[in-house]
C-alpha cells in the first residue's frame, strides 16, 4: 500500500529501535534534547532550523500556530481563538484542489481557509488556477500562511510552488509546505525549504536508466516551513513529524510545543522519539538509493510478470506514487472474464494470511506499491494475485 498510516507507516531499521532503547535508559531536560536534535537535523537536512514533534499533522498544527502567533505569548495564550486578539491573522489560503482529509489539522487552530483556483474535478477537466487568483486572496492582512501540498498530482492545476512562494513573500506571508510523504526523493528534505544540494534518488534513477532527464542537483525553493512525516519514508518512529525551514517560525513553534502547556503540549514526543528520528534521518541519508530504485523495479516487475497473461487482467509499470513521488508502480486492472471483480479480490487479499492491504485505482484496478515491502515480499504478493485471479 505503501508507507500509509493507518496501515502503521513503515518498518524501523535496526539502528532506530536500537537509539529509541537507549534513550530510554537516561533522564534528559526535554527542551535541552529537543533542540539538540533539532540542531542536527536542520544540519543534516541543509536547514536552517528543525522541530520535532507527534506527526505530520502535528506538524501542520504547530506550524500554522506559529505564523499566527510569531513569537507574542499573549497570541499563543489565545489559541485555538486567534479571533480574540485584535489583529492577529485567521484565514490560510490553499489551493481548492489542494483541499485535503488532513486539513482539520490546519483549521483545528481556529483559522478559516481562502480557498483559490478549480476543484480538483474542474482541474480534471482542464481547468488551472491563475496567479492573479491566489495574488488577490494573499493581498489581505488577515493571512497567516499559504498551505501547499507538493507531489505530481495534487500539483496539477495548482500554481507552481516556486510561484506561490515568490507571490507569498511579496506580501510578507510564509509559505508552509505538506511534505508528509514526499521521501523518496530523500533530497525534498533540502529542496522546499532548505538551501538545496545534490538529489541521491535522481541520480540513482538515472544511474539504472529509469529517468535519463533526471537532475543531478535540487535548488532550495524558499518555503518558510516544510513538514515530513517521520513512519513513512524516513522509517522513523511513527509518531514523529519534522518541521524544517525558518528559525523564527521553528523557535516560535518550540515555544509553544511540548513540553510548554500551550497548543503543541498534546502532541509530545518523548526522548525515545527525539532519538529514533535523529537515528532514522542519519539512516535514511546513507541508504544505497542506487540498489533501493532497482529494487522498487525489480518488485514492480515481478508482480507485473505473475498475473501477466491472466484472462481479463491486465498489468503495467505505472508512474508517479499515488503521493506523486518519482516512483514506479504496478498496474493490475480487473475486466469482465476475471476470475473475481476488483473489490472482491481486495477482501481476499485482506482476509489471507500473510494479509495483503493494496490502493484501489479507479473502479477496476489495484495499485500494488513497492515502497513498503521487504525483499522477497513482492514474489509473496504476485503469488497470491495470481492464486485469487487464475
Ligand atoms: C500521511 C500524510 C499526513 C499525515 O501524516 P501523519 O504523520 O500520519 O500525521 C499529512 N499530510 C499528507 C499529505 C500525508 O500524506
Known sequence: MGTATRVSGSLMPDVVRDAMQRASRAYVQLDELQ???????????????????????????????????GDDPEAMASLPRPDRVPGLPTRVVIHRC?????????????????????????????????????RAAIDDDGVAAVMYLPGATSELGAVPLSEVIKIAHARGVPVIVDAASQIPPIENLWHFSGHGGPAPWARAQKAIGVRPDAPDDVVGLGADLAIFSGGKGLCGPASTGLILGRRDLIDAIARQGNPRPLIG???????????????????????????????????????????????????????????????PRALVRIFDGARVDRDTLLKRLDAGRPRIEVWPSGADGIHVNPQTLEPGEATIVGDALRRHLA
Open 35 to 69: 533542540a539538540a536534535v533539532g540542531r542536527r537535523i536542520a544540519e543534516l537536512t541543509r536547514n536552517d532550523a528543525a522541530y520535532v514533534c507527534s506527526s505530520a499533522t502535528a506538524g501542520l498544527v504547530l506550524a500554522t500556530a506559529a505564523c499566527i502567533t
Open 98 to 134: 489542494q483541499r485535503f482529509a488532513y486539513d482539520f489539522s490546519i483549521r483545528s487552530v481556529g483559522v478559516e481557509f481562502v480557498e483559490v483556483g478549480p476543484s480538483r474535478a474542474e482541474v480534471n477537466l482542464g481547468e488551472t488556477t491563475r496567479a492573479e487568483e491566489l
Open 265 to 327: 503540549r498534546p502532541m509530545k514526543v518523548g526522548k525515545e522519539e527525539l532519538c529514533g528520528i535523529v537515528a532514522a534521518v542519519e539512516w535514511s541519508l546513507g541508504r544505497d538509493f542506487e540498489a533501493l530504485a532497482r529494487q522498487y523495479e525489480d518488485d514492480v516487475r515481478i508482480v507485473l510478470k505473475a498475473v501477466r497473461g491472466l484472462k481479463g487482467v491486465t498489468a503495467s509499470r505505472s508512474w508517479p506514487s499515488e503521493a506523486g513521488q518519482p516512483m
